[in-house]
T-cell receptor
Framework: GEDVEQSLFLSVREGDSSVINCTYT??????LYWYKQEPGAGLQLLTY?????DMKQDQRLTVLLNKKDKHLSLRIADTQTGDSAIYFC??????????FGAGTTVTVRA | DVKVTQSSRYLVKRTGEKVFLECVQD?????MFWYRQDPGLGLRLIYF???????EKGDIPEGYSVSREKKERFSLILESASTNQTSMYLC?????????????FGPGTRLTVT
């Protein structure tokens, strides 16, 4: 999606933290999402944040939202091999639509 | 558990053929979506349907049409397949109301047009 940008690749050592960054354009988006796509599978919602929040923590996942800069990040603590996947950032600019980024392929190396 | 199924995981078709991709969801969701996924481009919305017999164009509808005769089924049709329609096609569904408006995805159909 042209309105949502994220880097394409991230390589991280097992046990380290991963940080995936995303910028979006529509300041009216009420929700911002992180979806995960494992090899050979469809996308699955990993976590989301409501636009009036700055941070959301869910076990190993931390989402940070900077509305002023339209910047969203996902931190995965203690990254495991099972975290190897493509991670998509998405914004919800209207009732029905989601706009997705190109996806960040995370590779976890031993 | 929400389940979205797609009729084929892999499909190979010839240029000019008419292609049907089927999607079925079992959660009585009102809204359904068809995306295509291409490396470096992410997911792009082709068409969506907010209810039975309703459809709206997404961002890249050219060369595609859709059909939603029953609530649980949403079909994507390529009237005359072309090589630039080689892609991964993902179907999704969601309830029309209820935050966070999560979309549930099927496993995808990888279509190759030769």
């Amino acid at each position: 999606g042209e309105d949502v940008e994220q880097s394409l690749f991230l390589s991280v050592r097992e046990g380290d933290s991963s940080v995936i960054n995303c910028t979006y354009t529509d300041s009216s988006s009420t929700y911002l999402y992180w979806y995960k796509q494992e090899p050979g599978a469809g996308l699955q919602l990993l976590t989301y944040i409501f636009s009036n929040m700055d941070m959301k923590q869910d076990q190993r996942l931390t989402v940070l939202l900077n509305k002023k800069d339209k910047h969203l990040s996902l931190r995965i603590a203690d990254t495991q091999t099972g975290d190897s996947a493509i991670y998509f950032c998405a914004e919800k600019p209207s009732d029905y639509k989601l706009s997705f980024g190109a996806g960040t392929t995370v590779t976890v190396r031993a | 558990d929400v389940k979205v199924t797609q009729s084929s995981r892999y499909l190979v078709k010839r240029t000019g053929e008419k292609v049907f991709l089927e999607c079925v969801q079992d959660m009585d969701h009102e809204n359904m979506f068809w995306y295509r996924q291409d490396p470096g481009l992410g997911l792009r919305l082709i068409y969506f349907s907010y209810d039975v017999k309703m459809k709206e164009k997404g961002d890249i509808p050219e060369g595609y049409s859709v059909s939603r005769e029953k609530k649980e089924r949403f079909s994507l049709i390529l009237e005359s397949a072309s090589t630039n329609q080689t892609s991964m096609y993902l179907c999704a569904s969601r309830q029309s109301l209820g935050s966070p408006y999560e979309q549930y995805f099927g496993p995808g159909t990888r279509l190759t047009v030769t």
